[in-house]
């Protein structure tokens, strides 16, 4: 009887040992899901502040996260256009997620440690044809 009890409460505690394990070890999939999930650099799309300032980093405010903007010119947002700003190249290496500098104006950001960074060619922002 003792022996049988013995036997039963190492099968279970080698199946309990087994599923702390593997609950353990999945939980390190949820712990840093944002960090690392996406690229540096990272294009913003930025709107105007107050219009009599339009090209100002203190001015232009940073909206969400968005894909490359066209190279050259004739685009809506274009990087050879040459009036308003509406998308900006960030480096966002020190981020933990794209998130953490929306709705902080570029001067912001660069405080934060989120500069911007230029591409080949450029000089990381991509401007209206209007």
Not at 3 to 19: D, E, G, P, S, V
Not at 28 to 33: A, D, L, S, V
Not at 38 to 43: D, I
Not at 86 to 104: A, H, K, Q, W, Y
């Amino acid at each position: 009887m003792i022996t049988k009890t013995t036997n039963f409460i190492k099968q279970y505690f080698f199946m309990l040992a087994l599923a702390a394990t593997f609950v353990g070890f999945s939980a390190f999939k949820y712990t840093n899901k944002d960090k690392g999930t996406f690229e540096s650099p990272q294009w913003y799309t930025v709107t105007v502040d107050n219009p009599s300032l339009p090209q100002d980093i203190s001015n232009l405010r940073i909206i969400n996260a968005a894909d490359e903007p066209e190279e050259g010119t004739g685009d809506f947002c274009a990087t050879d256009n040459s009036l308003d700003t509406c998308m900006v190249r960030i480096n966002t290496e020190n981020l933990s997620g794209p998130s953490d500098i929306e709705n902080l104006t570029i001067q912001q950001a660069q405080s934060a440690g989120a500069p911007v960074l230029p591409q080949a060619g450029g000089d990381g922002y991509a401007r209206s044809i209007e």
